[in-house]
């Protein structure tokens, strides 16, 4: 199953981002603008001579905005035109700052209010202190490394630490304060080869067990009969092994076999 659009954090802080129009649907690209760190120009040939990247364009006049992302596009930049997808190279999502940490949560552009929606339930999730946990694994990288000295071993052990109920679990507002005794005595994580059998080819069926072990997975090994909707659910970077040939050695690995 493709992705409709790739997500992506984009580093703003001192840049110029152009922002074109009038009216309050201008006025809050200003204000994500600025929030990032942003510097806001508000004449595209202007922003043009100064390099900007990105260009939000929100004219009430439908042929305004759509000559304005031709010669923004034209010139280079990355487009987005207030409430019309089609015109959008990219299109902002509803936010949730726990900094470090941020959440964003996108439609694509078909339902900003489907978006915020979504980001109010998860905002009564997150603790207020899920960016300070961010920030304690930030500082004990060092430590990571020595303890668990190749990449797929240091995730393996925080996947098993930030799980629900685990050492870490990120859902608890105290995170931060238990880094240094999971590094004491914390464990490796798991890894070996692991067996899915589907009762259907809807992924709600999966059991909790079955759909962490798709998240967390190095690599999956899955015919074409599997499901879209159930291999969606594995991780994005996953090795994707057709039966019958060679799986890798190490790690998780999840065989999936259909209903």
């Keep these: 199953m ?14 110029p981002v152009v922002v074109l129009g009038h009216g309050e649907a201008a006025e ?21 001579d100064v390099g900007a990247r990105l260009a939000f364009i929100a004219h009430e006049d439908a042929g305004a905005c759509e000559g304005d992302a031709i010669r923004a596009r034209g010139a280079g930049l990355l487009v987005n035109v ?35 929606a979504l980001r109010l339930r998860l905002e009564r999730l997150l603790p207020q202190g899920l960016g300070a946990l961010a920030e304690a694994l930030y500082g004990a990288r060092g430590a990571m490394r020595a303890r668990w000295p190749t990449g797929p071993e240091r995730r393996r052990a925080l996947d098993a630490a930030l799980e629900d109920g685990g050492a870490l679990d990120p859902l608890r507002e105290d995170g931060a304060a238990r880094v240094a005794n999971w590094l004491a005595g914390g464990a490796d994580g798991m890894a070996g080869r692991f067996v899915i059998r589907l009762r259907s ?3 709600d069926d999966l059991t909790l067990r079955e759909a962490r072990l798709l998240g967390q997975a190095d690599a999956v090994v899955a015919g074409a009969d599997v499901p879209a909707a159930v291999l969606a659910r594995v991780r994005a970077d996953a090795m994707r092994v057709s039966p019958g040939e060679a799986e890798p050695d190490g790690g998780i690995v999840v065989v999936i076999e259909p209903a």
């Design 82 to 116: 207030v409430d019309r997808p089609a015109l959008c190279d990219f299109t902002t999502p509803s936010i949730i700052d726990r900094a470090p940490v941020i959440v964003a949560v996108g439609t694509g552009g078909a339902s900003a209010g489907l978006a915020k």
């Design 2 to 15: 493709s992705l409709p659009s790739l997500p992506l954090f984009h580093r703003l802080t001192g840049q």
């Design 28 to 48: 809050a690209k200003r204000r994500l603008v600025l929030r990032a760190g942003g510097q806001v120009i508000e004449d595209l040939a202007e922003g043009i």
């Design 201 to 203: 080819g809807d992924p």
